[in-house]
């Protein structure tokens, strides 16, 4: 949904950490213990992070240097991965002085903009205070005044930046050692109109960043959208604040712009303004209603040179998309290219040019029955005409990820699921011009524990020169530098102290197949208890199934993670499940396509039929002790599951933060997957999919529903329409509510945790570890 598929729920590790790794060129042995040694994972465990590592925590700042700050001293400084020096760029306290969230350096390396006092804006926003801190003179200047601001962003050149205040942009430069900041727009309101910046929806469903301005590559040129919510319908939740405290005697009301399915949505504009002429009035972008209609979504805003700059615009239900090349000087837009899908939504492309040619992901048939994946595609672009599309990724795996072309070798970088392995994840090379096949540079990767990465991400230099691979999975992360032969350069974090930790507790054995099921090969993996023997059918196991199986989601990666799973399979002894079933991404386009427009059914089916299917198959499995669990979108999944379930596979069920009905979500995800909620659209199909018209499903069932009450996102009126016409039925659940707590729950995790094992507890007739 960005429904949240929960990673803090979960707790993977490998998350980024504060400290850097010391780069070394040590191979980092593992011991390898006998199982009698090892020990159970405990919950308190998992939800501490004990078990998480360190990723990459550089940023490169050339060809050949990275900035990292230095675990123990917090100096910031700077690694050569040339000739292996390391430098301190910055002392300490020039950041811990102002306690410092964030830093970046200015394109020319003057200058360092540093935020502090942070504040969490919507998911990914965080409003701060900024200063400008000058390297050769050691002076600060604070921006805006000391106004706190929910963005401040460098220029690619010299050292201006633009800024957001009252959701208004300004843009601040410096000449001949002079400060000035120039206003931009003038009519941001708070809360009603953004510009620079986006409201809630477009933050949470469209660019995922709290960020919509774009300088273009010479920073002569600024694009921003703007966001007017004045017609949009507002959200409602109580704060019920610190309990005790005469400030909260009477519940504080928080008001949220939130367009719910078929209700109004933000309207967008897209503008453009020439920074070099402080007299320049801005450019309107326009969208192609012709094609899109007036009621438009804009997704993505990409420079291809410093004259021109491609919008992509979608209709309203995100089926059909435009490209459109506008020209930096007056504004005049050509469709470039039209993506329609009269059988799914539309994946909307951000392009890349490089002399001469437009790369972009578009789906592209397979040559297979599982029809198109997405594939890193090559157009020529001539006198604002797309020609010569090429297929530069052919075949039946899906491109996730475009990350850029190497100019020196005429080669393209992407990062890709594996050949008939949608869990993986891999970084691969391919000539520009077409001449050879791509290939798997990850793939060749061996972690210390003497496997190939399955799981890697990128991040380049700026001439593409060098490169770091972060190989998350299948064995905790690993962080490793490479030249462009790629050959290593050195390794950069290798995780020793968390894979030392790893080596003393007993690990589920992982079972991966497919089960064919109404048509399709749905993925499946277990986790079994380390003990279980799978030739003994005489000792029957509980299983829990974890659950997501939202549209274009995949539950099943080669993510290396010690999480929830890992307890219930070697401390409480159950099976851990999880199925990848039809809607679910990177199995082709015609297995993905199956949940259009019918959110709560297939999926829900291939959740229960599989899951049938594995207590019909395997004797160790315990047919009467099976539940499943799930969070938000997932949350969704288990309570339907639960209550369209006739042959009784699940016998209890966890629904945290769940969608109880899409009329309550908000439009741009939902209208998306499912369509207008209007009787000439697809009302029926919002009718069919409202778990609160179905809860007769979960009567004489376990059932328990979980929810924070300050949810932004998946909001607690959700909970509360689904346990009041639970109640009013007559059927008996649990419900926990966490006050004035947020999608995640993060500062519940322990009773949050506890409570569920101790329900699973009931549910499978564990040992009570609870009743004192």
Request: with cysteine; glycine share 8%.
């Amino acid at each position: 949904m960005t429904l949240r598929t929960c990673l803090l729920g979960i707790f993977l590790t490998g998350l980024a950490g504060l400290g850097a790794g010391r780069p070394s060129d040590e191979p980092v042995k593992v011991q390898i213990r006998e199982d009698d040694d090892l020990v159970p994972v405990t919950l308190e465990d998992i939800y501490s992070g004990y078990y998480s590592g360190t990723s990459f925590n550089g940023s490169w700042i050339s060809a050949n240097e990275i900035m990292f700050r230095e675990s123990g001293s917090l100096n910031v400084l700077t690694y050569n991965v040339e000739d292996f020096t390391t430098s301190t760029f910055l002392n300490a306290t020039v950041l811990t002085d102002w306690n410092a969230t964030t830093y970046s350096l200015s394109a020319d390396g003057a200058y360092v903009l540093i935020g502090h006092s942070a504040v969490s804006g919507f998911r990914h926003s965080v409003f701060r205070k900024y200063v400008v801190y000058e390297i050769a003179t050691e002076n600060y200047v604070e921006v805006a005044d000391g106004e706190t601001l929910p963005l401040a962003k460098w220029s690619p050149v010299g050292n201006s930046l633009a800024f957001v205040l009252e959701n208004n942009v300004y843009y601040r430069e410096i000449s001949d050692g002079n400060v000035t900041e120039r206003q931009l727009t003038f009519n941001g309101i708070e809360d009603v109109i953004y510009n620079g910046v986006p409201d809630w929806v477009y933050e949470e469903e469209v660019l995922s960043a709290g960020s919509a301005l774009w300088f273009s590559p010479d920073g002569q040129r600024l694009v921003i959208a703007s966001f007017n919510d004045t017609d949009v319908l507002e959200a409602e939740y109580f704060y019920y604040g610190e309990p005790g405290d005469l400030e909260y005697q009477y519940p504080e009301k928080v008001t949220l712009k939130y367009p719910k399915a078929g209700t109004t949505n933000p309207t967008v504009t897209l503008n453009l303004i020439d920074l070099s002429n402080s007299s320049a009035s801005w450019i309107d972008l326009s969208a192609p209603e012709d094609v899109v209609g007036e009621d438009h979504i804009i997704f993505t805003v990409a420079w291809l040179t410093e004259d021109l700059v491609v919008g992509t615009w979608t209709n309203r239900v995100q089926n059909v998309a435009q490209l459109v090349l506008y020209n930096a000087s007056t504004g005049e837009g050509s469709n470039l290219l039209t993506i329609e899908e009269s059988e799914g939504w539309v994946e909307v492309p951000t392009p890349i040019y490089h002399e001469g040619s437009v790369l972009l992901l578009t789906n592209q048939d397979s040559g297979t029955s599982a029809g198109s994946f997405s594939h890193l595609t090559r157009f020529t672009l001539s006198n604002g005409v797309l020609s010569n599309e090429t297929d530069l990724s052919p075949g039946s795996q899906a491109v996730t990820s475009l990350i850029g072309a190497d100019s020196l070798n005429e080669r393209v970088y992407f990062l890709a699921t594996g050949d008939g392995a949608p869990s993986q994840r891999n970084l691969y090379v391919v000539p520009l011009d077409g001449s050879d096949s791509p290939t798997c540079i990850s793939c060749a990767i061996e972690t210390p524990e003497g496997n190939n990465c399955l799981y890697a991400a990128a991040s380049f230099s700026s001439d593409f020169s060098h490169y770091v691979v972060t190989c998350s999975g299948p064995d905790p992360v690993t962080v490793r530098v490479y030249n462009s032969s790629h050959e290593q350069v050195l390794s950069w974090q290798e995780n020793e102290t968390l894979r030392a930790k790893i080596s003393l507790v007993l690990k589920p054995v992982i079972k991966d197949f497919y089960v064919t099921v109404n048509g399709y090969n749905a993925k499946v993996r277990l986790r079994l208890p380390p003990q279980l023997d799978e030739s003994d059918t005489d000792t029957k196991y509980p299983m829990l199934v974890y659950t997501y199986a939202g549209p274009n989601s995949a539950r099943i990666t080669e993510s290396g993670s010690y999480g929830f799973w890992n307890y219930m399979a070697t401390n409480r002894s159950v099976i851990h499940a999880e199925i990848d079933g039809r809607g679910s991404a990177y199995k082709g386009s015609n297995m993905l396509y199956e949940i259009y427009r019918n959110l709560g059914t297939v999926e829900i089916q291939d959740q229960i039929a599989v899951t049938k299917a594995l207590q019909e198959t395997y004797g160790w499995i315990d047919a009467d002790r099976t539940a499943i669990w799930g969070w938000s979108y997932g949350g969704f999944t288990s309570t339907m599951a639960l209550s369209t379930d006739t042959d009784s596979v699940f016998k209890c069920a966890i629904a945290v933060a769940p969608v109880s009905s899409w009329i309550y979500y908000d439009s741009i995800y939902t209208e998306r997957y499912m369509g207008l909620p209007t009787e000439d659209d697809n009302l029926a199909g919002y009718n069919a999919s409202d778990a609160t018209r179905l809860v007769e499903g979960i009567r004489g069932k376990k059932y328990m529903l979980i929810h924070g009450t300050a949810d932004d996102n998946v909001h607690y009126q959700q909970a509360l329409a689904l346990s009041h016409v639970l109640a009013a039925a007559d059927i008996q659940f649990e419900q926990v509510s966490y006050t004035d707590e947020a999608h995640s729950l993060t500062s519940v995790y322990p009773h949050l945790y506890h409570t569920m094992d101790k329900f699973w507890g009931d549910c499978f007739g564990l040992e009570d570890i609870y009743s004192t």
